[in-house]
């Protein structure tokens, strides 16, 4: 999904998603509920205070025999 669409479904500027990626600015509770909503995930699934591992080191972590 694009910044601006993310942007259009929760009503915010697409530079507001940017700086949220970026992490130079944390949502109001609300934006961080709306965002949930779009991808249909509890909250704490999508924000944290610790920082999330890459889903890339999960999915593509060799395997150990």
Same mark, same amino acid.
């Given at each position: 999904m694009s +910044?601006?669409? &993310?942007?259009?479904l929760v009503n915010v500027n697409p530079?507001?998603?940017?700086? &949220?990626? +970026?992490?130079?600015? *944390?949502? *109001? &509770?609300?934006l961080a509920f709306r965002i949930c909503e779009v991808f249909e995930l509890?909250?704490?699934?999508?924000? *944290? +205070?610790?920082?999330?591992?890459p889903m890339s080191t999960e999915i593509y972590r060799p395997r150990q025999e």
């Open positions: +910044r601006a669409r &993310l942007a259009e530079q507001t998603i940017g700086a &949220l990626e +970026r992490g130079d600015h *944390s949502p *109001s &509770l609300d509890p909250v704490e699934a999508v924000f *944290s +205070r610790t920082e999330f591992t």
